[in-house]
């Protein structure tokens, strides 16, 4: 969820991640597939090759965006990139649209699995139609990112704790 107006083309998406110089507990590779169901509904997968686990993604956005008013969302999925959590987080998210092809959301969200509340929180500069960039701090770090776009595919570069480099790559169809 990305404030007002971001919407999916198709129905399906494919995602890799794969984080290069990989100093931390997360994950090397990752895979997730997800399917909107409903234009404000997504459910799906996430799979960590390493671990051979398994979990469950799903987004709702139950209130949309509309002026000052932010979109609102719930949502649970593994807690990438953080590194502090191992299993899904649910989260409350909160995003809107700053004018000047910038975006904002923070969330509230739990991890179970060791009790712990984390504010997630980022910003996204649309640069133009192909290119964006965002800042996202996860709660204990900060990760950039830089995505380039196509009509079906999304290629990002981030680099998790603004130190491990790491690409993700995603395929709508």
């Known amino acids: 969820m990305r404030g007002a107006g ?9 995602t890799s991640r794969w984080v290069i110089d990989n100093n931390s507990p997360r994950s090397a590779l990752e895979f997730a597939y997800t399917r909107q169901i409903l234009p ?27 002026g000052w008013q932010p979109a609102m969302a719930i949502g649970t999925s593994s807690a990438w ?23 904002a ?13 984390y504010m997630p929180f980022g910003l996204n500069y649309y640069i133009n139609d192909s290119w964006s960039s965002r800042i996202m701090y996860d709660g204990d770090n ?11 595919l999304r290629t990002s570069f981030i680099l998790l704790d603004s130190k ?3 690409v993700s790559v995603s395929f709508s169809f």
């Open 6 to 14: 971001d919407s999916q083309a198709k129905p399906n998406i494919l």
């Open 142 to 152: 900060y990760h950039p990112i830089v995505t380039y776009k196509t009509e079906n």
């Open 81 to 103: 990139p953080s590194s502090k959590v191992s299993g899904n987080a649910h989260s409350l998210t909160i995003a809107n649209s700053l004018g000047y092809d910038m975006s």
């Open 40 to 66: 404000t509904l997504n459910v799906g997968v996430e799979y960590k090759p390493a671990s051979e686990r398994y979990s469950p993604v799903a987004n709702w956005r139950f209130l949309e965006a509309d």
């Open 164 to 166: 491990s480099p790491t």
């Open 105 to 117: 959301y923070i969330a509230a969200s739990y991890a179970p699995d060791n009790d712990s509340w």
